[in-house]
Each structure stands twice: as C-alpha cells, then as structure tokens.
Nanobody, 116 residues
Framework: EVQLVESGGGLVQPGGSLRLSCAAS????????MNWVRQAPGKGLEWVAG????????NYADSVKGRFTISRDNAQNTTYLQMNSLKADDTAVYYC?????????WGQGTQVTVSS
C-alpha cells in the first residue's frame, strides 16, 4: 500500500520556523520526484517546492524562495521542508506528493498556522 505521511505542522509565530517531514512507503521512493504543495483557506493548490529523485536539483515558488528549503533522504524514504521566516500568508495545509511519469501519489496533509 502506497503511503505518504506528513508531520511537523503546527502553530508558530510570525518569523518562526517549522520543519515538515513526509515519510513514504509502498513504492520506490528514490525513483520519484518529490514536491510540497499547499492550500490556504479558501484558495486553490499552490506548488511550493520540488526536488528531483537524486536530490541534487531543487526548485521553489517565488513566494518561498530564500525562506524554505526542500531536501530528501533516500535511505530513510523521507522528504523534508524546512520553513524559516514564516509569515501569516504561509498559513495552509501542506501536502507532499511523489511524481514519476504518469503516477502521482499524495499525502493527507499537515496544517501550518502562522499567527501571533
């Protein structure tokens, strides 16, 4: 059974940091590109960051560039999103997804709330 399980979300003050994790199982993780996607209240999905299967190529949305860092550990079947200098606009449910060719797997999401 394919599973992507996000964790690490929570309530944080503006300017704070959080590290999200996405633990994968049930598919060959090291062959899949990984992404973080978020959905703010009342808005559509927004791609946040991506990393290739080998972990040496990363890309970021302009809205998070310089503040967020995506990484992965293929030995642990886990991808991470380090989020620094958080803003209220970063409040959203954060999802990880795994993509390869025609297949895309999604996690259930983790809530991040940035508020004082």
């Amino acid at each position: 059974e394919v599973q992507l399980v996000e964790s690490g979300g929570g309530l944080v003050q503006p300017g704070g940091s959080l590290r999200l994790s996405c633990a994968a199982s049930g598919f060959p993780f090291s062959r899949y590109n990984m992404n973080w996607v978020r959905q703010a209240p009342g808005k559509g999905l927004e791609w946040v960051a991506g990393i290739n299967s080998g972990g040496d190529i990363t890309n970021y949305a302009d809205s998070v560039k310089g503040r967020f860092t995506i990484s992965r550990d293929n030995a642990q079947n886990t991808t991470y999103l380090q989020m620094n200098s958080l803003k209220a606009d970063d409040t959203a449910v954060y999802y990880c997804n795994a993509k390869r060719l025609w297949r895309t797997y999604w996690g259930q999401g983790t809530q991040v709330t940035v508020s004082s």
